[in-house]
T-cell receptor, first 115, second 110 residues
Framework: EPEVTQTPSHQVTQMGQEVILRCVPISNHLYFYWYRQILGQKVEFLVSFYNNEISEKSEIFDDQFSVERPDGSNFTLKIRSTKLEDSAMYFC?????????????FGEGSWLTVV | KNEVEQSPQNLTAQEGEFITINCSYSVGISALHWLQQHPGGGIVSLFMLSSGKKKHGRLIATINIQEKHSSLHITASHPRDSAVYICAVPYGGSQGNLIFGKGTKLSVKP
């Protein structure tokens, strides 16, 4: 079965450093999403992306976050200057389209630790 | 904003037992997702349903749109079913912008 793949699986970074989390969505999917889950808390929506632009973003997705699809296959989440509170599991997901009849497929997650 | 509540928060069962996990939400929705988060952290989509009932193997999901309530049932539970089960609903009309419940941690003992 096709799957969403994410790299790295775990990254440790110094506070203030830039981090890029990478995702390869399922090949025929057109809608892409990032979510995060702080340890012990609920999963939270960050951003959705379609046709090379952001469709929706949450309050969490502030100016230190950005997303892009640099080469037609990868979908990246960049955190410009990491803070301790950015430590979380980040999930990438994709779907064929955003309609209610379509399943969202999640990756295994990238665990980010900011020290 | 939709509020998503799940119950119970934690559930311990003996292998073979019938399991029910409940989810309620406050605002009408177009579809509801049931997700499984396995111990390694990854998330798998189990069901997406907008009405009635869906079945996949030993898993059954039902939804009552009028009562704003959904249930996930596991028949003949097995230790490999041990995971966190999460209910999620769209925020407004957007499918990807989901509001997630806190999850139900299920532990099935042999």
């Amino acid at each position: 079965e096709p799957e969403v793949t994410q790299t790295p699986s775990h990254q440790v970074t110094q506070m203030g450093q830039e981090v890029i989390l990478r995702c390869v969505p399922i090949s025929n999917h057109l809608y892409f999403y990032w979510y995060r889950q702080i340890l012990g808390q609920k999963v939270e929506f960050l951003v959705s992306f379609y046709n090379n632009e952001i469709s929706e973003k949450s309050e969490i997705f502030d100016d230190q976050f950005s997303v892009e699809r640099p080469d037609g296959s990868n979908f990246t989440l960049k955190i410009r200057s990491t803070k301790l509170e950015d430590s979380a599991m980040y999930f990438c997901a994709s779907s064929v389209d955003p309609g209610p009849g379509n399943t969202i497929y999640f990756g295994e997650g990238s665990w980010l630790t900011v020290v | 904003k939709n509020e998503v509540e799940q119950s119970p928060q934690n559930l311990t069962a003996q292998e073979g037992e019938f399991i029910t996990i409940n989810c309620s939400y406050s605002v009408g929705i177009s579809a509801l997702h049931w997700l499984q988060q396995h111990p390694g952290g990854g998330i798998v989509s189990l069901f997406m349903l907008s009405s009635g009932k869906k079945k996949h193997g030993r898993l059954i999901a039902t939804i009552n749109i009028q009562e704003k309530h959904s249930s996930l049932h596991i028949t003949a539970s097995h230790p490999r079913d041990s995971a966190v089960y999460i209910c999620a609903v769209p925020y407004g009309g957007s499918q990807g912008n989901l509001i997630f419940g806190k999850g139900t941690k299920l532990s099935v003992k042999p």
